[in-house]
């Protein structure tokens, strides 16, 4: 039982790059989310997706889009990376929202020169 | 804005020290909390959660939380911590449908 796979584990950008973060679960959960975790921030929501079909703004979206492809795939695009986004990136799952246990990722760490 | 809030970012504690790592929120009205661990290389887990009822939560490897209402506080508390205790803790509350996470209180104890 894998979980929550996310890939790839670690990836350099240039300023301007795209390139596009994927994650899969195998828990048959209705919820996703992509976080961003930042020294002396916390994780911090980029985007969430309530169940399939359905995709939703969190904190700070700004530079990214996602793609909710079915219940197991939930995807994080960069267009046009930049500095400010250099920083570890977390899929997490739950069953039904925030109030059921989220299980997560082992993270992305993503460095834009 | 509201926030979550942990005071401390580093502690360090000697093996069988207590633990006691603060989480303050500023969110009125009906609060989820949560508290999650990351050990080194590996990914967030959840310790416990508070919905409702008793407000001194159990939750894995020996610790709890207290949830005082009035304080708007879910202080995590360990009698005893060990060397596998070294990890960064994360405070979270679920209010208005969104789970805000605090800055993380990374813990190094020390043989």
């Known amino acids: 039982n894998a979980g929550v796979t996310q890939t790839p584990k670690f990836q350099v950008l240039k300023t301007g790059q795209s390139m596009t973060l994927q994650c899969a679960q195998d828990m048959n959960h209705n919820s996703m989310y992509w976080y961003r975790q930042d020294p002396g921030m916390g994780l911090r929501l980029i985007y969430y997706?309530?169940?399939?079909?359905?995709?939703d703004k969190g904190e700070v979206p700004n530079g990214y889009n996602v793609s909710r492809l079915n219940k197991r795939e939930f995807s994080l695009r960069l267009e046009s990376a930049a500095p400010s986004q250099t920083s570890v990136y977390f899929c997490a799952s739950s069953e039904e929202g925030y109030n059921e246990k989220l299980f997560f990722g082992s993270g992305t760490q993503l460095s834009v020169l | 804005a509201q926030s979550v809030s942990q005071h401390n970012h580093h502690v360090i504690l000697s093996e069988a020290a207590s633990l006691e790592l603060g989480c303050n929120y500023s969110?009125?009205?009906?609060?989820?909390l949560f508290w999650y661990v990351q050990y080194p290389g590996q990914h967030l887990q959840l310790l416990l959660k508070?919905?409702?009822?008793?407000?001194l939560v159990k939750g894995i490897k020996g610790f709890e939380a207290e949830f005082i209402k009035s304080k708007f506080s879910f202080n995590l508390r360990k009698p005893s911590v060990q060397w596998s205790d070294t990890a960064e803790y994360f405070c979270a509350v679920n209010a208005y449908n969104k789970l805000i996470f605090g800055a993380g209180t990374r813990l190094a104890v020390h043989p």
């Open positions: 997706s309530a169940s399939e079909g359905t995709t």
């Open positions: 969110y009125g009205g009906t609060v989820n």
């Open positions: 508070y919905f409702s009822g008793d407000p």
